[in-house]
């Protein structure tokens, strides 16, 4: 681990390589999972005054389920998510002509239809955050659906904080995404010369 300020980020998002391969994933990690996308409060409630503009951009079954469920509930580890639709979905997926599962609300970001970006949970993946009294811990994420990004990312050579920049920088600030970009480069520098 290594301590950013307030933080301690596990050595795998300065190790790993990650880019994201949506054409090997088709979106799978909106899809698969037994609960939605951790939310914040501000998030939740942003989301709800959003609803009106979001709701018919979704599926039908989204829609059901937000009119009879609410688009966000308190899930069995006491965590806030997206509603899910038959058991797995997210009720933000959407799919492309080719299959792949897509964000409705960062298309309709995209688009110019609304400012909101999708959950900082969704956009930091694979990345999750666990908060503690004094700290927040940076953990990387390793699911199978993810393989194929881990190869694109070690054939570009990007690793998964650099991928992260705009969503790492966007929660914790420039200067923090500064820090972290400094020290894991020392890191990555020393593992190199102790080689």
């Known amino acids: 681990m290594l301590q950013i300020q307030n933080t ?10 990650f880019v994201c391969n949506l054409d090997a994933c ?3 990690c909106c899809i698969e999972g037994d609960a939605g996308a951790p939310l914040t409060d501000e998030e939740d409630r942003r989301l ?4 009106p503009d979001i709701l018919p951009l979704l599926s039908p079954a989204a829609q ?8 966000s509930y308190t899930d069995p580890d006491g965590d806030l998510v997206t509603q899910i639709v038959d058991g797995r979905n997210c009720i933000y997926t959407c799919f492309d002509k080719d299959g792949k599962c897509l964000c409705a609300l960062e298309k309709a970001r995209r688009a110019g239809d609304t400012r909101f970006f999708k959950p900082i949970s969704c956009a930091l993946y694979p990345v999750r955050l666990k908060e503690y009294d004094g700290f927040t811990a940076v953990n990387f994420h ?12 070690r054939a570009k050579g990007v690793r998964a904080f650099e991928f992260l920049k705009e969503p ?13 970009d400094f020290t894991a480069r020392e890191y990555l520098r020393q593992q190199s010369d102790n080689k």
Not at 64 to 71: C, D, L, Q, V, Y
Not at 142 to 153: D, P, Q, S, T, Y
């Open 168 to 180: 790492l920088t966007r929660h914790f600030g420039t200067e923090w995404y500064d820090e972290l």
């Open 26 to 28: 088709l979106g799978e």
């Open 48 to 51: 709800k005054e959003l609803m």
């Open 64 to 71: 059901r389920a937000i009119n009879e469920e609410g688009p």
């Open 8 to 17: 301690l980020v596990s050595l795998d998002l300065i190790e790993r390589h």
């Open 142 to 153: 390793r699911w199978k659906i993810c393989k194929a990004a881990e190869v694109l990312g």
